[in-house]
């Protein structure tokens, strides 16, 4: 496959499948999370392989101090592109977390995901500290619209109804 198809498989918008949220912080106040969207392993995983073939790219990690360096090599017709980033050991599974979030560091270098960064802050209205369950399909929906062009809003407010 040519490096252009390629790169527009990775730079397509990324759908609600393919995210995962997590809890940035909670608001002084303790009403509202803020929570950020970020593309899951697999993600990365099923896009290189349709842009480049399973077998035309790898990944190689390398342990450093606190966490991981993912380094991700795919093979073209005039060699080879190499790119890096790195990440911190995680909370909850240290090992595996830090891994696949260096991997996923080293795909946005790539190009996948970086569409992420312009999300809307997403705030959700709960005195918990996890998203509820009510917040998933108003979340896909809004990836849904944001990538039809249709959502413009710079904050986004969820509320139980």
Do not use: C, H
């Given at each position: 496959?040519?490096?252009?198809?390629?790169?527009k498989i990775l730079s397509e918008p990324i759908q609600s499948n393919e995210i995962e949220w997590r809890v940035q912080q909670q608001t002084k106040s303790g009403d509202k999370i803020i929570i950020v969207p970020?593309?899951?392993?697999?993600c990365v995983m099923e896009r290189f392989d349709k842009a480049f073939g399973w077998d035309k790219w790898?990944?190689?990690?390398?342990?450093?101090?606190?966490?991981?360096i993912c380094t991700i090599k795919i093979e073209h017709d005039n060699g080879f592109i190499i790119k890096s980033d790195g990440a911190s050991k995680t909370k909850i599974e240290p090992v595996k977390g830090g891994i696949s979030d260096s991997m996923k560091r080293a795909a946005v270098q790539l190009g996948l995901g970086r569409g992420?960064?312009?999300?809307?802050?997403?705030?959700?209205?709960?005195?918990?500290?996890?998203?509820?369950?009510?917040?998933?399909?108003?979340?896909n929906k809004m990836v849904d619209m944001i990538n039809k062009g249709q959502f413009k809003e710079y904050i986004a407010i969820l509320k139980q109804k």
């Open positions: 496959m040519s490096l252009e198809k390629a790169k970020y593309i899951n392993n697999r790898s990944n190689e990690f390398t342990e450093v101090d606190g966490g991981f992420l960064y312009d999300y809307p802050k997403v705030m959700i209205e709960t005195t918990g500290k996890y998203i509820p369950n009510w917040a998933e399909d108003r979340l």
